[in-house]
Structures are given as structure tokens and as C-alpha cells.
């Protein structure tokens, strides 16, 4: 502990949790991942949409929520479309997947694993990101998606309460809780400029996310450790 200059950090999550385990907090440094530098959307094309274009973006599996998101379109009192990019991670997850999405009649796209034009398109075309996501650390879809204006619906939990703020860039829920994103989905489709607002906010947010800012608090972080 003595020799020890500096820990960087993801998130100020994972800071407190070391901080916890005894690590000197002056010694332990957040520094958030960044995105590429992306060109911009015209969130104003939006305003008079007649159905939300929400987008999931990860590993298809229990982990990450994704039968919790279909389960909550059950029912839903929406026009939307929901594209899933990302592979299944096993084939029962695909089985289930698929089982509610025909059962139910749900307005599913599974476009499989994107990379780039590919990805840059989806989240161009997407209102909403949704992460209901049960482990986290520090999701690095929804600073991409921020950086494309994306209104973000997401888990509380580990480093995403430090990016997304409730009622400014999006709203976020307990893992599980498939009513509060039916409710929270709901509400951005009848209160169009609420999301219009939350999407211009992810837009200028994303901002602490880029790779200028990256470079400039890493300088930081290295002169601060030099001058001791």
C-alpha cells in the first residue's frame, strides 16, 4: 500500500467497492472508457414519430435481461420496434426468445452480431437504448448510444447511475422490474418532447465520453502522479 501511487479506475462504483477492501481513496482514479468520435444525428427528425425505435445491444442472454425486456412489450400500449443486435448465447435463451415473440405477436428484429457502418446505422435509427442488464460494470453501449442521442432505459446498477441521470438522459429500474420499463416506455411515447429532451441531453452528456476528454484526464491523472 506504501509503494502505491495510483489505481484507475471504470467508475466511481468500482472506486467505493476498493475503498471498502482498505485501498487509500487519494491513490484510486476514475477514468471513463470513451467512443469513437461519431457524427451526429438530427434528434429534431424525430419529434413527430409514430412509433418508438428502441434497440438492444449486447450478449442475447439471462444476464443481460433480454427475456425481462420481452416480457415487458407483452401488453405494451405502444407502437414500437425493437431491434436486437448481438448473439444468442446458448440455444435455449434463442428458444425462449423466440417463443414469447410469437406467442405474443411482438415487433422483434434479431439482426445478430453488428460492427461498424452496421452498428453506426442501428443506433442512428434508435430513439432508445434499453440495458436491463443484471451485472454490469461499465457498459460502454450507452456512451456509444449517447453519443448518437439515444434516450437510455436502464438498470441501476454498478457504473450506470453515473451516466445516466434520472428524468435528464433517461430512467432507470431495478433489474426485473418488467413494469417499470413497460411504464417508463410508455410514458417517452406519450410525452414526445420528454424524449426529445432526454435524447438531446444523452447527445450533450456524451460529450464527458469522447476521446479529447479521455486524453485530458488521463494527462491529469500522470502529472498529478509525477509532481508526488
Same mark, same amino acid.
Given at each position: 500500500?506504501?509503494?502505491?501511487?495510483?489505481?484507475?479506475? $471504470?467508475? &466511481? +462504483?468500482?472506486?467505493?467497492?476498493?475503498?471498502?477492501?482498505?485501498?487509500?481513496?487519494?491513490?484510486? %482514479?476514475?477514468?471513463?472508457?470513451?467512443?469513437?468520435?461519431?457524427?451526429? %444525428?438530427?434528434?429534431?427528425?424525430?419529434?413527430?414519430?409514430?412509433?418508438?425505435?428502441?434497440?438492444?445491444?449486447?450478449?442475447?442472454?439471462?444476464?443481460?435481461?433480454?427475456?425481462?425486456?420481452?416480457?415487458? $412489450?407483452? @401488453?405494451?400500449?405502444?407502437?414500437?420496434?425493437?431491434?436486437?443486435?448481438?448473439?444468442?448465447?446458448?440455444?435455449?435463451?434463442?428458444?425462449?426468445?423466440?417463443?414469447?415473440?410469437?406467442? +405474443? %405477436?411482438? +415487433?422483434?428484429?434479431?439482426?445478430?452480431?453488428?460492427?461498424?457502418?452496421?452498428?453506426? $446505422?442501428?443506433?442512428?435509427?434508435?430513439?432508445?437504448?434499453?440495458?436491463?442488464?443484471?451485472?454490469?460494470?461499465?457498459?460502454?453501449?450507452?456512451?456509444?448510444?449517447?453519443?448518437?442521442?439515444?434516450?437510455?432505459?436502464? &438498470?441501476?446498477?454498478?457504473?450506470?447511475?453515473?451516466?445516466?441521470?434520472? @428524468?435528464?438522459?433517461?430512467?432507470?429500474?431495478?433489474?426485473?422490474?418488467?413494469? %417499470?420499463?413497460?411504464?417508463?416506455?410508455?410514458?417517452?411515447?406519450?410525452?414526445?418532447?420528454?424524449?426529445?429532451?432526454?435524447?438531446?441531453?444523452?447527445?450533450?452528456?456524451?460529450?464527458?465520453? +469522447?476521446?479529447?476528454?479521455?486524453?485530458?484526464?488521463?494527462?491529469?491523472?500522470?502529472?498529478?502522479?509525477?509532481?508526488?
Amino acid at each position: 500500500m506504501e509503494k502505491l501511487k495510483a489505481i484507475i479506475l $471504470l467508475s &466511481t +462504483n468500482f472506486k467505493d467497492e476498493m475503498v471498502s477492501l482498505g485501498f487509500p481513496s487519494q491513490n484510486l %482514479k476514475v477514468l471513463y472508457n470513451f467512443h469513437p468520435y461519431l457524427d451526429e %444525428k438530427t434528434i429534431d427528425d424525430f419529434s413527430n414519430f409514430k412509433k418508438l425505435q428502441l434497440l438492444f445491444m449486447g450478449s442475447i442472454d439471462n444476464r443481460k435481461g433480454i427475456l425481462d425486456l420481452l416480457e415487458a $412489450l407483452v @401488453d405494451i400500449n405502444i407502437e414500437y420496434e425493437l431491434d436486437v443486435a448481438g448473439n444468442f448465447d446458448s440455444d435455449e435463451i434463442e428458444m425462449k426468445c423466440k417463443q414469447i415473440i410469437d406467442r +405474443n %405477436k411482438l +415487433n422483434v428484429n434479431f439482426i445478430g452480431y453488428v460492427s461498424g457502418h452496421e452498428k453506426d $446505422l442501428l443506433l442512428k435509427k434508435a430513439q432508445i437504448l434499453i440495458l436491463p442488464s443484471y451485472a454490469e460494470g461499465f457498459p460502454m453501449v450507452i456512451p456509444e448510444a449517447m453519443a448518437y442521442g439515444c434516450a437510455i432505459l436502464a &438498470t441501476s446498477i454498478a457504473g450506470i447511475p453515473e451516466i445516466v441521470i434520472e @428524468d435528464k438522459n433517461g430512467i432507470l429500474f431495478k433489474p426485473g422490474d418488467t413494469k %417499470k420499463i413497460r411504464e417508463g416506455l410508455e410514458y417517452l411515447y406519450n410525452n414526445k418532447k420528454v424524449l426529445i429532451k432526454y435524447m438531446s441531453n444523452s447527445l450533450a452528456y456524451s460529450d464527458k465520453f +469522447n476521446l479529447p476528454s479521455y486524453i485530458l484526464n488521463l494527462s491529469s491523472i500522470y502529472e498529478n502522479v509525477i509532481s508526488k
